[in-house]
């Protein structure tokens, strides 16, 4: 995820694509924009949705700006297209504040934004993001990927030292509580797992003592990610990705 807080470079495609993982609940005249999503499809899911202003096709569209993201090479388009993602999710809680996919992307949207942000901006907008997760979670309590999104700034907030870490409560108890929720309520999203072994291995950065513990950990979680079975196109990638990561820490 690019920082929540702030993100070490090697997780901001991750988190691009976490922002893009896990299901939505749209009415049936989305199923065709969703589909296209799921595969992939990003620009023939903007366009589908580009004109509608109810609240799930704004959720979908806001997920498919990020994932054009990944197709282009500049920062500077990659920006414009952080700014659409997060306008369209505002527009998605206004159309309706009690909607937690609408919560849990604009909290995803901020968290973009700040890609190179100072420690000021960071932590008091890593706040906000916080209250978006947590309004999120308290609308629905199964909403997956913003308890994924809670246990990845935990870890955010402890990797930015003791100063933020009182200054908002984060605890690795809570980062390890919220990634496991995510994954009993969604057990076959491959995204869930490395977001999970992710938060532990930079932990571990931060950890000397720990960190041979911790990278054995994260290893097991990534093992289990990859004996899912994909079935999606974001899913398949999120395996490479896992492959990336053990064959980093030496696994298979």
Known sequence: MPPILRRPNRLTTAF????????LSPAAPLDDALNALMGGKVDATVNMLKDNTDAPSLVVLARAYVGQ?????????????YELSEAAARRAVTADPRNAEAKTELAYALGLRLQGAGI???????????????????????????????????????????LVRFATGASEAD???DHRKAIQLQPNEVFFRLSYADSLLLLAKNDNRRAADLKQEARSILQAALNLTPQTYWQRY?????????KSLGGS
């Not at 993201?69 to 297209?81: D, N, P, Y």
């Open 238 to 246: 999120d395996q490479d990705a896992v492959r990336q990561r053990l």
């Open 16 to 23: 691009l694509i976490f922002v893009l993982s896990g299901p």
């Open 175 to 177: 980062m390890r509580q």
């Open 120 to 162: 000021v901006e960071a932590t008091r907008t890593g706040l906000e993001v916080k209250r978006l997760f947590d309004d999120a979670v308290k609308l629905d309590p199964n909403t997956a990927r913003a308890w994924v999104g809670l246990g990845t700034w935990n870890v955010q907030a402890l990797s930015l030292g003791s």
């Open 69 to 81: 993201s990944l197709f282009v090479g500049s920062m500077t388009a990659k920006k414009k297209l």
